[in-house]
């Protein structure tokens, strides 16, 4: 009997050493892959927000972390500036909406320094199929009314939800999602503004904010 059982359990150790050989391999192997499609789908959501037209640098490297209320919370958020020459032109910033209808909306946020919002897409939402999605691209080409849209200062009445005085449809039964996302946008744009006098001071992404 105890026999069988120090079989077993050498036969059971055995098979947990391949495994965890074979899982070790198999991840060496597709790493690589794995980064480099996550490279890719994070240059194509950076060129949706910022077009490539307007910079001449590698976006993706020049990364920072900054903290701000602005962006919905006190968390470090990515930063890319995009540069013309060697001159800042705008910048691609992760936002939150933390008052989305089911929860925080996550944010990319792409605008220049004169407060012109250039694209803004959706990252994470949990807000009601049906309702509250039309704000992914997939559902709706709603997000997209942003692009193009200058913001004259925290008070601009025109960069608000219609049901509030402003230009931006709301949706259909969902207002608090919409509007979430607008006051998200314009918190954010109005915070890249200030960006170019602070990208000296700034830490990189990898370094400890």
Known sequence: MIDAI???????????VVTTGVTAVVNYVTKPTVEHQTALQQKNLLDQVVPTALYDNAIQQECYLVHNAAL???QPHHLYIARKGDKPVAAALESTAPDGYSGAIQLLVGADFSGTVLGVRVIEHH????????????????????????????????????????DFDQFTGATITPRAVVNA?????????????????????????
């Open 72 to 74: 919905g919370n006190e």
């Open 127 to 166: 807000e009601t199929p049906g309702l509250g999605d039309k704000i992914e691209l997939r559902i709706s080409d709603w997000i997209n009314s942003f692009n193009g849209k200058q913001i004259k200062g925290a008070d601009d009445p025109h960069f608000a939800v219609k049901k509030d005085g402003g």
């Open 6 to 16: 120090r079989k077993n359990a050498v036969t059971l150790g055995m098979f947990a």
């Open 185 to 209: 946008t314009k918190r954010t744009a109005l915070y890249i503004e200030t960006l170019p006098a602070t990208l000296r001071s700034l830490p990189e992404c990898g370094e400890t904010p």
